[in-house]
């Protein structure tokens, strides 16, 4: 299934299952779908099952949003006093649409305790009270930290490790979304290596092609030793051996050490939340020198979450200069990773997006895609983890093995069983949604935005077209955030006069006037004037050139004189 197809399906309201392999692009569509419902006026409550994964969607822990804490298991009197907790209460009674990312890592009894919270809240007994629920992630990655449960004093757990043995998994009726294009590895020989591993048809010569990824490191020497993985990092199954390693290769950096502290804003417990999921650390310590990783993705499309570099030298407000792996050279800037609910940032953290990338553990670099990285998977002990180490990386020449077993390369054979049935039955949907007619698809989607309390825009759409004429648009009736961005877009004289007017990125800025584009609410003049005129010609031809439509061939044949959000801007005159 592709991601319009999978955004279709999603658009109509239905209980769906998102998953499909890594660097299938789960994470874009869902984003996509977040946006369209906040461009309709509905607020999604973004959650997932682990702190890291969270901050990836600048929401919270289901164990969080529901209440549920650590609790192994609910007894009636606990599902009593969580759910009369007010900010519990009036945070699940307006809720509308629920988003759990990384459902692979939720165990049955957590998924089960969440749903018992929100059914008693809703006072409603259709699964999660009611709510439009959306479970994203893939069953071959990591799994739950499984503890056998106990029922006990009236609560309900299931036995079963993983959510999708839970009764409640089926009593949702999900439809499946199994997305299967490819955007991360675009070698074929690895991407044959991962598939094999994925069907559990691992034959020697896939064994093999790795083995020819063999290098030969000292055990406390993760990529000094040599100048052919100088500045890759170490991926470990265990985390005993990670802070030992990065403290320790930095040391033996010269010069004197630079510490950069976090900043935060809002309630202590959210503040903590964000900071343990957060990929850089709370006191950042780095030397010139030092062999480093992005964290986050650059707003301008300069780095993404797992570009790695070295720190050259210092800017003049003392930020770190980093020199990354392609030789572009970044003045650095802290960023925020954010708690938002009901559209609101509850909490937030600051810090420059960086960390010692030495060493990591394979949890910690689930979601990243990486261009390289030395791995140790002769100790992998769990199902899934040699899979999740090796397929952070684009390609086979990135990836360097110091060890290798086989459980490294063997994932849960109840996974592959269930595997099959997720295939088949996005396969179902597909077809199903593809025969049917459009104007019932869309009045599918028409019917969940109004049951929802938004606004179906492209119904004001037409009703403007037929009354004849491009009038200039107000921004009345649209949702709140788009109508402030459309004004400041209009008032300020450069892109980054507008962010800072509304307080935002300049990407989300542009992603505003792209979703204003796409219900009709945008003209070239409310934001034209953003663009130098003098370079509007030279992108529009780098645009005409570039046939495939992505964007990062446009950037890089323009050497990179102009920002992504710039071209973009250009590329929405041009529609």
Known sequence: MTQGEALTILKTGANVFLTGEPGSGKTHTINEFVAWLRASGIEPSVTAATGIAATHVSGMTLHSWSGIGISDHLSRADVDRIATKEHINKRITKAKVLIIEEISMLSAATFEMADQICREVRRNELPFGGLTVILVGDFFQLPPVFRREV?????????????????LWRELNLLTCYLTDQYRQDDSSFLDVLSAIRS?????????????????????LPSTKSDLVLGVPKLFSHNADVDRINASELAKLKGRSQKFSMSAKGKDSMVEGLKRGCLSPEVLELKEGATVMFTKNSPQGRFVNGTLGTVIGWGFDGAPIVKTKDGLKVTTEPMEWQLEEQGKV???????PLRLAYAMTVHKSQGMSMDAAIMDLSKAFEYGQGYVALSRVRRLSGVYLTGLNQRALEVHPEILKKDR??????????????EM???ERVTMQQKFVK??????????????????GRKKN????????LAETLQAARDAKTLKGAAKERGLTVSTIVKHLEELAEIGKLTRGDFAHLVPIDITDEIHEALTDNKDGRLSPTFHALGGRHSFETIRLVRLMRK
């Not at 559990?200 to 406390?220: I, S």
């Not at 509850?346 to 420059?352: G, L």
């Not at 179906?456 to 004849?468: C, D, F, H, I, L």
């Not at 107000?474 to 955030?481: A, E, F, K």
């Open 151 to 167: 029922s006990a004093g009236g609560g309900s757990a299931s036995g079963g490790k993983f959510a999708f043995e839970s009764k």
């Open 200 to 220: 559990g048809d691992v034959e020697e010569m896939h064994y093999e092609a790795l083995m020819t990824r063999k290098v030969e490191l000292p055990e406390d």
């Open 346 to 352: 509850k909490a937030s953290v600051a810090q420059y």
């Open 421 to 434: 049935d997720f295939r088949a039955a996005s396969d179902a949907a597909r077809d199903a949604f593809n």
């Open 437 to 439: 007619p459009e104007a």
């Open 451 to 468: 049951a929802m309390g938004g606004a179906w825009m492209e119904n004001t759409v037409s009703r403007r077209q037929e009354a004849g």
């Open 474 to 481: 107000t921004g009345g009736s649209l949702p709140g955030r």
